[in-house]
């Protein structure tokens, strides 16, 4: 089939304002997301022991021993479950503020989440 120049001009911006559009929605519902970050719990320790995150943050503690159970136990909340190797437990931050917490069955082990007001 063959197009006059014209049309095809037309057709092609019109994809490439479809395009724009659809990148502009994509990237503010990317920004829209909260992010999930991971604190690593091996050789009896938090890693990162502390994090600094934005309003809106979840953090996902992921238990990397090799047999050992863990807990996350903060001021402002019933104990997690106890989580086993492999397994995981995870709180949302909406609050600003700084939140230590420690593991309920070894409260040697200390970690802080600092939670910062969003950019912008």
Known sequence: MNVPA?????RAGFA??????????GFAAARAQPATVEVHIRDMR????????PV?????????EKRTSHSVLFAD???SPRFFPDEHWERRFDQVG???YVCGPHPEMRGRVVVE????
């Open 6 to 10: 014209v049309q095809r001009s037309r």
């Open 16 to 25: 490439r304002l479809i395009g724009w559009v659809g990148a502009a929605f």
């Open 46 to 53: 938090f890693e990162p022991a502390e994090l600094r995150v």
């Open 56 to 64: 809106g943050t979840t953090v996902r503690w992921i238990n990397r």
């Open 77 to 79: 909340l019933p104990e």
């Open 98 to 100: 700084a939140y230590p």
């Open 117 to 120: 007001s969003s950019p912008g």
